[in-house]
Every structure is written in C-alpha cells, then in structure tokens.
C-alpha cells in the first residue's frame, strides 16, 4: 500500500537506477509499448495534442490545456519535470491529482503490472498517466515531451487525429539529440506521425526543411503560425506571448474541428495563466521574487529580455545554480544585463535521474571572468534568508527548474 506522497517517491525511486543504465543506449518506445499492452493501451483510446521543442514546450502545453479547459473539455496535461511533487506530472483541469488520489491510482496500477518492471522513472510514469488519463475519460490529453520526440515515451500515441506542436528549437541535450540544429530537429520532428496536423511558428530554414521533410513522408499537413495575429496577450511576458499565440492557434483549429463553444477573444486575451517556474512571480511584503527555470542561452535571453521589458533597466541580486550539463559560461553573460551581484550554489537531486550541479567554485570563476560578483551560499534558502532580511526590493532565482522547490518552500513559509 502507498500512503502517502513520500511513499510513492520511495517506490518510484527504484526506477531512477533503471534510467541511468539506459539512458543514451537502447533508445526506443519499446518499454513504454510493452507496458501499455499490459493495460489494454489506454494510449490508442483519446485525443492527443503532443508537443515536442526546446523552449516553450510546458508553458504552451498549459496555454493549451487551459484555453481547452476553458470550452468546457475535460482535459488531462502532464509535464516535465516537476518543481514541488510528482503529482504536477498529472493534472486534470488545470489541477494535479491530490495526493490521496494519485497514490490510490499508484497502487491500483502497480496491482495492474506488477513491480518488477524493467521501465524507467519516465517510462513508468508515462504509462500510468496515460492509464489515468482514461480512468478519468478525459476528452482531450495534453502530453508534453520529455527529452526528443522521436524516441520520447510519449511518442506511443500515434492516432491520426493527434495533433503535433512544436516550440522553439534550439540547442540543448546535444549528447543525446544531436550536435546540430538540423539533427535536433529531426528528434523533435519524429513525433510526426500518419495524417496528424502539426503546427509552429516559422523557424530558421535548417530546422524548417526536416519538418517540411517528415509531414510529407507522413502524409501529414503543416500549419505555419501567423505572427503578424499574435493574440496580445497583456497578462503575459514578452516572450510567453510568442508561446501563446501558438497554443491559440491550435485552440482555434480544435474548436473549428470539433465544434466547440469558443469563449470570446478579448477574455481570451485577457486571461492570466501562472506556470510555475516560468517567470513566476511571488511577492513577500514589499519583496517581489521573480523565480524562471531558464536554463540555456537561448531560454536565458529570452527571460532577461522580458525582465528587462516588465521592470526596465535594474540590476537585482541572482541566486544561481545550474545543472551539470548546462553551458553557464554562455548564461552568465546574459545573466550580467540584469545582476547586481549572483549567490551560487550547488545542488544534487533526483527525479528521472541522478542530477547534479555545476561546483560553486566553477561558477564564482566565470562571473569573475564577465565581472560579475559572486559570493558562494551553501542552498538557495541560505541565499533567500541573506536577501529577505536584507530588506532587497527584487530577488532573482534561476538557472535551473530543479533550484526553485526551495526557493518555493521558503517563500511559502513566509
């Protein structure tokens, strides 16, 4: 029996092993597939929108799971990774399942599979979200990527009504998904499959020509998004906007498709949508802390930029850490338009993986390097407690989604 949340994490830890020995061999969906069979392929059994990218992949996916939410649907949305608990992973309506509810559902599955399976953490969890998915008969199920697309778990879902969307594509996880943009693309591009419509913005003709090249070979059919009717959006920064003008288009051709109630434009436009770690914004008194999981120079420019635009031309105090595999030699100096001085920290954590952080002592070199100053802090609570008492107007945190649960815990207890 799982009782609690922290139970099922010790449950779900057994499977992090399993991913380590994997991951960059033996790169396939055949697991996942397997698994699923064992479940009677809940996968083959909804609507699917699937989005795949770089930058913006979970915030479009929670635009899009909102504004179909919002014409009534019954909508399941996964992501990741999570920032508080697992159970962000699977939400419905806009919600993650209580923690009572998504322990029930974890112990009715294992009963389903048995224990001993040879999934990863990943693997494991797409299965039982897509089992829930339809436990719950969700009318649509909005099911972001979690690393690629070509041989991500979720690429099992392959209906010819899914519909694909793609983000921004830039460079990250180059050991796994490739050293160009036009390899990369190709992972992303592989959730592409028989007739499904697949919508983006239009992007540099390197990654253009892949995706141009697999909705052919599929059949498939490519809507370019219009930027000149981006919906403005006034509650969203800068560079959320470009992330919501492409979930709205998807919106609107679901609602045409399948004959919904379309709510009216201007609420659209006016409507707040908080995704955690993406520009989140939380206020202490007369504090404001702005805490973004931007976590490569092409995410890092895009947060400084609307930073800049929302609070113009200050220079607030960092706190930073960043994960091992992650250039910081390229964030830092984007990072510099907007620091006062940077705290840094290292981290060693878990979900999926074993993840580890850039060594404090790495860091602190590279500000010296662009001239920043630095000062080393043991944890980002360390570093919080230092500027809340300091009385500092704006605290930034960043470089990575998996340093903000303890920013978000201190802030909440105060």
Wanted: with cysteine; net charge neutral.
């Amino acid at each position: 029996m799982i009782n609690n949340i922290e139970e099922a994490n010790i449950f779900l830890s057994k499977f992090v092993n399993k991913t380590r020995l994997i991951t960059g061999k033996d790169i396939s969906v055949n697991r996942t597939l397997k698994l699923l069979d064992k479940v009677g392929n809940p996968h083959q059994k909804m609507h699917v929108v699937h989005i795949a990218g770089t930058s913006g992949k979970t915030s479009t996916s929670y635009y899009i799971a909102e504004l179909l939410g919002r014409a009534g649907l019954k909508v399941g949305l996964t992501v990741s990774p999570h920032i508080i608990s697992v159970t962000e992973r699977l939400q419905i309506n806009g919600s993650p399942l209580s923690d009572k509810l998504f322990c029930n559902y974890l112990d009715e599955f294992i009963e389903e599979i048995g224990e001993d399976s040879d999934a990863s953490y990943y693997e494991f969890l797409i299965v039982m979200i897509l089992w829930v998915f339809e436990k719950e008969a969700v009318d649509y199920a909005v099911i972001e990527t979690g690393l690629g697309g070509l041989h991500d778990s979720t690429n099992v879902c392959t209906r010819e009504d899914k519909i694909c969307v793609i983000t921004d594509i830039g460079f990250d996880h180059q050991k796994i998904l490739g050293n160009t943009l036009s390899e990369i693309s190709t992972q992303k591009a592989g959730i592409i499959h028989e007739k499904n419509h697949v919508f983006m913005h239009k992007q540099s003709q390197e990654i253009m020509s892949q995706f141009t090249t697999f909705v052919k070979l599929k059949n498939a059919k490519l809507h370019i998004v219009d930027e000149s009717l981006i919906a403005k959006n006034s509650q969203l920064p800068n560079y959320q906007k470009r992330n919501w003008n492409l979930a709205y288009h998807v919106y609107r051709y679901i609602a045409e498709r399948d004959n919904l109630d379309t709510p009216d434009e201007r609420v659209l436009n006016e409507t707040k949508i908080s995704v955690p770690g993406r520009m989140q914004i939380i206020e202490r008194g007369n504090q404001t802390f702005v805490l973004d999981g931007a976590h490569n120079l092409q995410k890092m420019t895009a947060f400084v930029d609307s930073f800049k635009s929302l609070f113009g031309n200050i220079k607030v105090p960092i706190i930073l850490a960043v994960k091992k595999d992650k250039d910081y030699k390229q964030i830092l100096p984007v990072l510099k338009n907007i620091a006062s001085e940077v705290y840094c920290f290292s981290f060693n954590t878990q979900q999926d993986l074993y993840i580890e952080s850039v060594e404090i002592k790495d860091l602190m070199v590279e500000c010296k390097q662009v001239g920043l100053k630095s000062v080393a802090v043991q944890n980002a609570r360390d570093a919080l407690n230092i500027l809340y008492n300091r009385d500092e107007n704006m605290i930034v945190v960043t470089g990575s989604l998996y340093v903000l649960k303890d920013a978000i815990n201190y802030l909440n207890s105060k």
